[in-house]
Nanobody
Framework: QVQLVESGGGLVQVGGSLRLSCAAS????????MGWFRQTPGKEREFVAA????????HYADSVKGRFTISRDNAKNTVYLQMTRLKPEDTAVYYC?????????????WGQGTQVTVSS
């Protein structure tokens, strides 16, 4: 198991930007595909973005494509989610996930989540 700790959430105005970080420990970070998910009360957790262990392959939900960028620094054991042009519907708790298989990114380890609130 890999341990994950998210940070960087907060309150931001519509159209603003925020960068989330997820620090990993416990295993060889570069072996793991990493992902970001989000969840609002009463709804299921939804996929936001994922990145392969090397960082060469990325995937995004249609709702964030062109606005969010996932990246990773394997030397720092950290994955990032740069969020721009934020909308009220981006408000959610954002979770970091790690898996040895990018196709099964939701089946691995999870962080505790960080709240992002976009105010209008």
């Amino acid at each position: 198991q890999v341990q994950l700790v998210e940070s960087g959430g907060g309150l931001v105005q519509v159209g603003g930007s925020l960068r989330l970080s997820c620090a990993a420990s416990g295993r060889t970070f570069s072996n793991y595909a990493m992902g970001w998910f989000r969840q609002t009360p009463g709804k299921e957790r939804e996929f936001v973005a994922a990145i392969s262990g090397t960082g060469f392959s990325t995937h995004y939900a249609d709702s964030v494509k062109g606005r969010f960028t996932i990246s990773r620094d394997n030397a720092k054991n950290t994955v990032y989610l740069q969020m721009t042009r934020l909308k009220p519907e981006d408000t959610a708790v954002y979770y970091c996930a790690a898996s040895l298989n990018i196709v099964k990114i939701s089946s691995g380890s999870w962080g505790q989540g960080t709240q992002v609130t976009v105010s209008s």
